[in-house]
C-alpha cells in the first residue's frame, strides 16, 4: 500500500494522522485537507495518506472488519506493505468525508494501536436512515472519541455507535482569506459556488443583465483538483474580491439525502473570513447563533427566490451598513473560526496541552482582528477579554 508520507519536521511526533488526499482529489474534501495542513503547523503531527484502500477487495474488507471484532490486529496481514509508524503517539487522528470511506481504510487497527488516543472525524452523517447502517457503525468502534461535522447527528450517533461524539463545527485559514490590511477591489458583485436553486439562478441572471453587474457562478462540475493548496488560494482570491456570497445550509437540495436536517456548511465561513456580504439563509440549528449570531451575518433571501433585488436594495442604499457588515464578518472569523480554534477544541477532548505555535498563531489572529477594527474606528477589546 504506497502511502505519501509528511514527517514532522523536528522532534518526535505525537500526532499520527490519517488522511484520503491521496485518494480523493475533489475540491469539496479541499478545505479538510487544508486543516490537516495546519495541525502539521501548530502541532507535531505525522501525515500519512494512503493513495488506494488497504485491502483492494471488498469482500476481503469485510471479513477483515469481522476477524478485526474478535480478534483485534488480527487483519493486520491481510495489508500488503504495511508500513510500521514510529510508535507510540499520543493521538491517532484520522479524517474522513463520510462512514462510507471510513470503509475504504480499513482496517486501521494497526495505525490506531500505536497511539494511546484515537480519534476519528467525520465530515458529515445525516440521521436519515442511521439506525439502518449498524455495518458502518461499528467502524466506529475502534476510536476513544467521534468528531462530527453535523450538529444535529451528534447524540443519535452517539446512542448508535456507543462512542463519546461531539460537534466539530468548520473552520478555515482566516488570515489567509482575510482581504485585510490591503483589501482589494471587490469586483465581483455576487457569486453563487456550488449547489444553487435554478429559479434564483435565473432571477440573478436576469439581475445581472439590467445592472451589468458580475455574477459568478460554476458552468463545469470540477471532479478534481491537481493541489489542494492552490485550489484554497484561488478560492480566497475569489472571496476576497466578492460583494455578496450565497450561502445556504449544506446540501440544501439535497433532502432525500440529509432528510431536511439542515447544517451550517463551508460557504458562511469562507465567505465571512473574505468580507463578502452573506446572503441567503441561516439554517434552523441553535449552534448558528453561537458560531454567527452577530448582525448581518446573512441577509435573508429564501432557498428559491427569483425576487431578489429587494433582498440586495437595501444593501446598496446603505454603503455603511455594508461595510460594518463586511468588518464584521472579518474580525469575527478572524477570532472565532480559524483553524487554530478548532484545533485546540480537539486537544481538550483529548486531554492533550497545546504547543506553543498555537498561541503564536492566535497572536497574529488578534493583532490582525485589532488592525481591522482600528482601522473602521471600532475596538475588539471587548470580543478578546471574551476568548
Partial sequence: MPLKHVPVEAGDPRILMVSERAMHDWPSRALRFEFED???????????SPDRPPI???????ASRVLERFAPGSSGPLVRHCPRPAAPYEVAFVAVESLYDLQLLQPLSWLLRSARISVCFI?????????????ELRLLDPFDHVLVGTAGTVEELAELS?????????????MSLCPYPTPPPRVIDIY???????????ALLDLADRRNWFY????????????????????AGLLRRT????????????VAETGGQEEIGFRYFEGAAAGAVLVGKAPASSWFEKLLGW???????????????????????????TERARRTNVVESLLRHDHVYRWAEVLRRVGLSELPAMELRRRQLRELATAVSREAGTSVDGRLRGL
Fill in 38 to 48: 495546519h495541525v502539521q503547523s501548530l502541532d507535531a503531527a505525522e501525515l500519512l
Fill in 56 to 62: 483492494s477487495s471488498p469482500l476481503v474488507r469485510r
Fill in 123 to 135: 465530515d458529515e452523517v445525516w440521521r436519515k436512515g442511521l439506525a439502518g447502517r449498524k455495518g
Fill in 162 to 174: 456507543g462512542r463519546p461524539c461531539s460537534y466539530l463545527p468548520p473552520s478555515v485559514d482566516a
Fill in 192 to 202: 453563487s459556488m456550488g449547489r444553487r436553486s435554478p429559479a434564483t439562478h435565473r
Fill in 216 to 235: 459568478m457562478y460554476d458552468t463545469i462540475a470540477v471532479r478534481g483538483v491537481p493541489d489542494h493548496r492552490e485550489h484554497r488560494r484561488h478560492l
Fill in 243 to 254: 460583494r455578496y456570497f450565497l450561502a445556504y445550509p449544506g446540501k440544501v437540495d439535497a
Fill in 295 to 321: 448582525p448581518d451575518a446573512v441577509i435573508p433571501l429564501p432557498y428559491g427566490a427569483t425576487e431578489v433585488e429587494p433582498a440586495l436594495a437595501a444593501l446598496e442604499a446603505d454603503p455603511v451598513r
